[in-house]
């Protein structure tokens, strides 16, 4: 049995990234969505919230399980029996970033393998950062994210507004 | 009769920005250089004194215009009746990033074009943070932005260093 | 009046390239699709074959004319009376290429102005060399490319295949 | 029971194709090495050699079967029963390129998912043409290809040479 | 005699810094490292300690020096008549940043040289950030960085966990 | 006493390239301009051209000596006693491959060091294959060449228009 774990910070989780996970959970036996447990003022969601807002838009699907972790991603890949990391790739991803983590991964858990998916057309543009930005200047990002993490993300940037 | 845009933060406006929108304005019937409005502690200038260093650079072209702006830049635009948006590119730019804006503004806007000019040779590795930190250690830099914005820079860093 | 030229070798025209031209010819009062005229041994069609296929995809449009044309694309644009060369920027473009022939075209016709614009979402990926490829194999290639130009690389591909 | 197809030219595989090739296998239930039949010039080894050389290197491992094939990728991973499309990255791959194909496949057969795996660092800057350019000028290849292929490469220059 | 400069901000000196000032330090006469004196609150060690770090890892090679300096790094040069800036570079370097700093250096500086040196293999993907990531969360790092430095990012890592 | 090695296929030496060696010469006690002597059929000038016109262009340096090589740059840089290999960076390098050859060439022969000096500005958009498609369609090349190899490149074309 084959276990992967899909790591990030999820902040929150866009259709891209549900996406990567759905798929990549055809792959293999279980798919651990794990959520970097941080308590980052940069981040919009507490960890809780990311956890609740994946786990909802990933429910149908049953080899799935959303939980949060803290320190090494490859230790707690261990720690869950996991023996692939799975990443998603975009056009605009970093990848030198990317070959340093799995390299440096490589160097401290030679038994854990890291699996790249390429992320679909319609999602090549799609980052959290940007879907924050947009969504708190009001545009429209229905087709970005599931409609539950649309209106997350309402509640939020209207309460930051009245502050 | 087209209307273009010319979006950006402008902290403060380098040669490189001014040759942009000088050319951008020998194409397009009308153009507004658009200084972002954020009261950012990151910027140097506030964002009146950015429309005011860059619109005395532009004053002598007529169908240049330079006011502030929020928002999203897409919805400025059709506000102002533009249906073009300048970007100057420059082999250092975040073309990733630039693609991302582009695909997210065609497909909340996709009635407004986004029209791509290259910067000159001169002006390809000037960037108005580079400026503001070799400025800020005593270098060069009248090579760089108007004689009438040095000055802005330099008042701005000699009471910086006093504090 | 501003004309403008969109020059390329159009082996055969994609739904990509005729997505530009179309955009560009929104922008511009007249915009001429200038096809390249050359005997390479490595182009699928001949110079008359790709401009006609071309012409027949913007019949349409009526202030778009597709011609052929040798030499420097800036002596050519000023021929025609064009101040503005139209480029289409993909992320696969190899942007440092546009960025020489740019600044090599300013550095030659400094009048000239080079304006890019950015491929659409579904035609990002989408290049002649590879649409001949998976032509050539048998994959399906209807939504890459209009009708005709359809029909004309099957008629090319099977003649290929007897010979 | 997942089986995966690892497609290239292999011309010859090299230490980073066969441990790429290994990691995969280990993996999925059944891995084809599938190295495209083409009676191209450019290429060093015919068809048959590269099956032969790369069979042997990976001889060990029983999951893995090395077969020649035609036409498109994904068509002949339908036909093996593969829906995983495995890949090898470098840092210096093409990534638009691969991006570009596996969209394209995407485009022509959802069904399939392309899976990349990052080159060991010591493979990092492993490539057939760098290897055959090396090789044939005389240096040291014996780390970068097994025994018997270095052997292959050394009877292959030394026949050239001697016409 | 040719004196050199390597400037950077050393939080910690990495292997990789330490085999480009050696490697460095053989070919020119003099080599100064030059540990950039800012009181950051984003860097872990202080300037004293950061010099003190890299001193202790070449002290054994002759015609080093390390230094701190302040300003602009072409004013420090002219100061201890250094006329060539060396600067390593790695796959995953900015090369963009590299060429700007490089081209602004050129044009306040024409007399100073800016050289550059690869990293090697098994240092091409180590950066002091990753570094400081990975050895805060627990990682094994011995094989980062000299056991001095790495029992100096312990003893940090330790106390900051303490607050 | 240090030596190096400028290498490349030069054909022509362009004003970049003729930089590079002066600046090089400046740096270590003599420089090499080593000219790859191949019979490629896609070079413009032959072997003892290439030379005689890089030869001219820097005859006015004392330590900086033309000479034509085959076989592997590491084997060339032994046998004139080079402990230095110089290569030019422009931002439109392929870097992929720089890399690729340098940390081969690391391989091969550790005891050689790769240099880079980054391009001037006025020739980051200058290479010879671009200078070569200018010149035969005629454009103006007087700032790219010196005055022999310009008239070098107008007799060439001239030739070869003819045939």
Chains 1, 2, 3, 4, 5, 6 share one sequence.
Do not use: W
């Amino acid at each position: 049995m084959t276990i992967a774990l899909y790591p990030g910070s999820f902040d929150p989780g866009t259709n891209g990234h549900i996406d990567i996970a759905i798929r990549a959970a055809a792959l293999f036996d279980k798919l651990f969505v794990a959520v970097y447990d941080t308590p980052s003022k940069q981040l919009l969601f507490n960890t809780k919230e990311r956890v609740d807002l994946f786990e909802k838009a990933v429910a149908h699907i049953p080899n799935i399980k959303v939980i949060p972790y803290t320190g090494l991603t490859v230790d707690f890949a261990r720690k869950v029996g996991a023996k692939v990391i799975v990443r998603g790739l975009r056009m605009s991803s970093d990848f030198e970033r990317e070959f340093e983590m799995a390299l440096m991964n490589k160097k401290v858990a030679p038994d854990i393998e890291v699996v790249c998916l390429m992320a679909n057309l319609e999602f090549q543009f799609l980052s959290s950062s940007l879907l924050k930005e947009v969504g708190s200047l009001g545009g429209v990002i229905s087709t970005l994210v599931p409609k539950h993490i649309e209106e997350a993300l309402r509640k939020k940037f209207s309460s930051t507004r009245k502050q």
